[in-house]
């Protein structure tokens, strides 16, 4: 049960990313994830843009891994502190010291409502993190990957590599498809190139999007609406393509392994789709929670 309420979590959470009219945010909100783990909300609506820079909570920046960051109420001073390299900013100034190289701000690190604010991205880029930003959803992203983490996506073994890098942090910066339909049961269907772990589609409901494994974080590229009128999509898709956004991915393996799970029965079926839409089904397989996959009989590595 514990399993399934999981799955049913996951599930509503691709459909949320990929409809955007029911999950529409106000414009004076913004959220901020850290790798996977969401800003409380009352630290993060205290984010602003100012001058096309996110100004968020000193917190915010403490949240990130692998950084030390101090303020000096004395001085008004932040300092950040990453593999012995040492940033400093001064509330107020509109420049900043990485080392012992000065530079110049956007925009000032500021005192609000008794909170230290600072840019975002210069701190985060600063640290070695990565910034992404969503436009249409206000959505702020910041994934600082560990070693470990990206060592884990490039294993041997193919499905350790295909979950470790669907466990990544995941970046969706494209625009929302709205009225995408919802699923009541949460399976959906993973497809990946052959041999391949770092690129992966996902199905679920009337909605596909294609993501990719990039510095530590897995990126969305591509999304799209499905329905029985519109474009061909790629040869995965059987169905058309009604609406999409991003960059429409040409698969370049000769084949695609998919596995299409049954959460309630915690099990999945998998197979082969080939250029031309045609599906292998080899079997089905226990599949007890997510990114559990498990290796395909025929799969062959890629080169």
């Not at 596995?259 to 839409?277: D, L, M």
Request: proline share 5%; with cysteine.
């Amino acid at each position: 049960m514990k399993k399934f309420i999981a799955c049913s979590i996951l599930s509503m959470m691709l459909v949320a990313f990929m409809a955007g009219t029911s999950m529409a945010k106000s414009s004076k909100d913004i959220t901020i994830t850290v790798n996977k783990d969401e800003v409380a909300t009352d630290v993060a609506a205290l984010a602003f843009i100012e001058r096309g820079t996110t100004m968020v909570p000193l917190k915010v920046i403490q949240s990130i891994p692998g950084i030390q960051v101090a303020w000096s109420n004395s001085t008004k001073t932040v300092t950040a502190v990453r593999d012995k390299e040492t940033i400093t900013l001064v509330a107020g100034q509109k420049s900043a010291f990485i080392g012992n190289k000065k530079v110049d701000l956007p925009v000032a690190s500021q005192l609000k409502q008794g909170r230290v604010m600072v840019p975002l991205r210069f701190i985060a880029e600063a640290v070695k993190a990565y910034v992404g930003w969503n436009p249409y959803t206000r959505d702020v992203f910041v994934v600082k990957a560990t070693p470990e983490m990206i060592a884990k996506t490039q294993s041997d073994n193919l499905a350790e590599a295909r979950k470790a890098t669907l466990e990544l942090p995941t970046v969706r910066t494209l625009k929302p498809i709205t009225q995408i339909q919802e699923v009541t049961i949460p399976d959906h269907t993973y497809y990946f190139p052959e041999g391949r772990a770092d690129q992966v589609f996902m199905t679920t409901g009337s909605g596909i999007e294609y993501l990719e494994a990039v510095g530590g974080r897995l990126e969305q590229k591509w999304i799209a609406k499905l329905g029985d009128q519109g474009a061909k999509g790629p040869y995965l898709v059987t169905s058309r393509i009604v609406e999409e956004a991003g960059a429409q991915p040409k698969i370049t393996t000769g084949r695609v392994v998919f596995f299409r799970t049954f959460w309630k029965i915690g099990s999945a079926e998998y197979g082969f789709i080939n250029q031309n839409g045609e599906v292998t089904t080899l079997g089905q397989h226990d599949m007890p929670s997510s990114y559990e996959f498990f290796e395909v009989p025929g799969e062959k590595a890629s080169k």
